[in-house]
């Protein structure tokens, strides 16, 4: 299915339908994200924001409707095939190899587009990995750990990231580095959807902000307005 879209638009999610098993989890999500933006699914807990970003990186493989990326459609794609596209997933329970030390967790995933970040860039991004580049996965904090999760996906050449709650669990230091860290991101051109329910993070590195409810996109408001409106926010999030 070729959609047309506005030139600045690198994905178009349309009438989005997921299932897990018998489970439908998605009922018709659609929205849009533009070239170098950082884009925010909020919502509850069991809104499906993260089935969305699992059904566009074709994890959720029982998915209808249409995931076009670049006038290239993605729905009937597995995820290796995504994954060369140029789209990198971080999850939110982070998946370090807990036996491997951080320098190899770090090279494990294959350069798959040239443009990604050298060794020497991530441990610049990351002084805290460099320090502890000969130590286990099981020997990380909480946010050592998110560190190495997004770090290692930039090694990949990917610029379209999906980030699933970079933020949770971690101390409001650390929630800062990342803040910075993905301002930077965008700043290199990098296109990048947050799931979030942090409001106070999503609020200071994003650009638009998605609301999902029961698997729906119920509103979508910019940045500016969701800084004005404090009240249409705290009506879905309940904060």
Excluded at 51 to 56: F, P, V
Excluded at 127 to 155: D, H, K, V, Y
């Amino acid at each position: 299915m070729k959609i047309d879209v506005h030139p600045n638009t690198s994905l178009v999610v349309r009438d989005l339908q997921g299932w897990y098993a018998e489970s439908k989890v998605i009922h018709g999500m659609n929205f849009e994200v533009h070239e170098g933006e950082i884009l925010t699914l909020l919502g509850r807990n069991g809104a499906g924001k993260t089935s969305t970003l699992r059904a566009i990186m074709g994890i959720m493989r029982k998915r209808t409707g249409s995931i076009n990326f670049r006038s290239e459609e993605l729905i009937n794609k597995r995820i290796y095939e995504i994954a060369r596209k140029g789209i990198a997933y971080c999850p939110e329970e982070r998946a370090i190899f807990a036996s491997l030390d951080v320098r190899e967790n770090l090279t494990l995933p294959p350069v798959l587009q040239s443009g990604g970040m050298t060794d020497a860039e991530l441990f610049q991004a990351f002084p805290n990995l460099q320090r502890r580049a000969s130590s286990r996965g099981t020997r990380l904090s909480g946010g050592e750990q998110q560190m190495l999760a997004i770090a290692r996906i930039l090694r990949t050449g990917s610029r379209f990231l999906l980030l699933d709650e970079p933020s949770e669990g971690l101390a409001p230091v650390i929630v800062k580095e990342i803040g910075e860290l993905l301002k930077k991101l965008k700043q290199r051109g990098y296109t990048i959807i947050l799931v979030e329910q942090n409001w106070r993070f999503a609020r200071s590195v994003a650009d638009r902000h998605v609301v999902v409810e029961h698997g729906q996109v119920v509103d979508t408001f910019t940045a500016d307005v969701s800084n004005t409106d404090v009240s249409r926010v705290q009506r879905y999030l309940g904060v």
